[in-house]
């Protein structure tokens, strides 16, 4: 299909790569409420226009802010105050090892500087300063070390610590934690210097509802030190392929486990086998792992599943008759398997589906019949199977979707009049087919979509771009490898939206591109070709 795709169908995604982003903010006291509005809009935003009238408050925090050279010491301040102070200047990037001084022994609850640029061990004495009062520390993406987490060990009510991306914290800082009994929350994602030795450190964390290792490569043989944990919740070790059968056992007896994430890992059937008695469980990611049709038996068991993630597990219609016991599915991902239509005839029943991945199996037309009763389905993935025009014609009563993706299906323009009761989709991908600009005027009047992607129709003119003019919810335009040209462009002048835009291999130039650009779509960012 060439470069313009808008991505590769048939390479594995890497959650390898993933990209690292701001970890999230935790809200587990008063004083932290403020935290979900406050923290992401600062009160320079306020002061600017972009947001309500500031109150008296937010002027003081501001003002102390920008003078923030001037004070030594926030210690005599009501807690709550202190805290805005010091939220402000971490989204503000004016938190320096200075202005952190002011605030030893401020009894600050929230410690929020994952990916702050300036954080290191040399911070965590002001840090652990703030003693019983500090509920939760987020440092990921620091080069905070094994002597920085030490100093956390009398900060006694923790209950939230968030290390992720810290490749200088091993067993031996853990060490040092594992008398935070109070902690909830441990996340230590990416720590590739963490062993099964170090997780014994987590065995006295009774408390611990939610605990996050993804691609922390040496753990094999440490879920053993969880088996005492009984009010864990979610657990995940995602991309730690170094987890085997073994590791499961000793999760057979967290029956309160409500997530499980075990994805990329060399868990089999065998492994499987040993969570059937978690009946809480409610999301289990096994995408990639190594599975045949006899962990449907023992999938099949946790009734109360609501978020399965099977793809790219290997598996075909053997078995798929056990799908059809669990009822209280919302999510289903069985992308990159080789199920067929056979499979399809079992899922019918599952009348709570709202999101379902069919991408690359061997679905057809006749297959897609049994999906005309989900009338829940918000999502269909339907990307590189044999669909063409005519099974779209199954799907005319699911009017509740909001996302279809027919990347590389065998849709033409006949396909199209079919999608005209989709009216609240927002996101259509219908890439490599026989589309005309006869068949995009189907879906002009879809005014919710946000992303819109045709490219590889190669017959599509300038007359699409005039048909999708009204459209001026979208945000996402890929018509790649078409015949469009400079003289098409300015159909796109009402899309003010319009933040991405790509026409590879396309007759157009650059500079005409980046003139609509400068002219006409100021929230334009990403062009492809530039």
């Not at 008063?30 to 935290?35: A, Q, R, V």
């Not at 005599?76 to 989204?91: A, G, H, K, M, T």
């Not at 990307?383 to 065998?410: I, K, N, P, Q, W």
């Amino acid at each position: 299909m060439g470069g313009a795709c808008s991505r590769k169908r048939d390479q594995q995604v890497n959650e390898d790569t993933v990209q690292r982003g701001v970890s999230g903010i935790y809200s587990k006291s008063g004083s932290s409420k403020w935290m979900g509005t406050l923290f992401h809009r600062s009160s320079v935003d306020i002061l600017q226009g972009r947001g309500k009238c500031p109150s008296l408050m937010e002027l003081c925090i501001h003002k102390i802010c920008e003078d923030i050279n001037n004070y030594s010491t926030f210690s005599i301040l009501p807690r709550d105050i202190s805290q805005q102070i010091f939220n402000e200047l971490v989204y503000s990037n004016r938190l320096t090892d200075v202005s952190l001084e002011a605030f030893r022994d401020c009894a600050l609850q929230d410690i929020c500087l994952g990916e702050y640029p300036e954080a290191k061990d040399c911070w965590m004495d002001v840090i652990s300063s703030q003693g019983s009062s500090l509920l939760s520390v987020d440092l990921s993406g620091s080069d905070v070390t094994d002597s920085g987490l030490v100093l956390l060990k009398d900060c006694t009510n923790l209950q939230a610590l968030t290390f992720n991306y810290c490749d200088q914290i091993s067993d031996h800082g853990l060490e040092h934690i594992s008398g935070l009994s109070n902690l909830t929350s441990l996340s230590f994602k990416k720590s590739s210097a963490i062993t099964a030795q170090g997780m014994s450190a987590f065995a006295g964390l009774v408390n611990l509802v939610k605990l996050d290792l993804e691609r922390c490569s040496g753990i094999h043989g440490g879920l053993i030190h969880l088996k005492g944990l009984l009010k864990l919740e979610s657990l995940n070790v995602r991309c730690c392929k170094c987890i085997t059968d073994a590791d499961m056992k000793p999760l057979s007896g967290l029956t309160n486990l409500k997530e499980l994430q075990i994805s990329c890992s060399k868990v089999t059937d065998f492994g499987v086998a040993y969570l059937k008695g978690l009946h809480k469980l409610v999301l289990l990611n096994m995408e990639g792992c190594p599975l045949t049709a006899g962990c449907l038996e023992s999938i099949s068991a946790l009734v109360a599943l609501s978020y399965l993630n099977l793809n790219r597990c290997g598996l075909s219609d053997a078995g798929c008759e056990k799908f059809s016991v669990l009822e209280n599915l919302k999510v289903l991902n069985l992308g990159f398997n080789n199920f067929t239509d056979k499979c399809l005839v079992n899922l019918k029943g599952l009348t709570n589906l709202e999101s379902l991945n069919l991408d690359s199996c061997k679905i057809g037309d006749e297959g897609l019949v049994n999906l005309a009763g989900l009338l829940h389905l918000k999502s269909l993935e339907l990307s590189d199977t044999e669909v063409g025009s005519a099974g779209l014609r199954h799907l005319s009563g699911l009017t509740g979707l909001t996302h279809l993706d027919l990347f590389g299906a065998r849709i033409t323009d006949f396909g199209t009049n079919c999608l005209r009761c989709f009216k609240n989709l927002r996101s259509l991908e219908i890439c490599g087919g026989g589309l005309t600009d006869a068949g995009v005027r189907n879906i002009k009047d879809m005014a919710s979509l946000t992303l819109l992607n045709l490219s590889q129709n190669c017959s599509l003119t300038d007359k699409t771009l005039e048909s999708i003019s009204g459209l001026t919810a979208l945000v996402s335009l890929n018509v790649s490898n078409s015949r469009i040209t400079n003289a098409g462009l300015p159909h796109l002048k009402p899309l003010k939206n319009l933040r991405s835009l790509t026409l590879e291999s396309c007759k157009v130039t650059a500079s005409e591109i980046k003139k609509l650009q400068s002219t006409a779509l100021p929230n334009l960012v990403s062009v492809r070709p530039e």
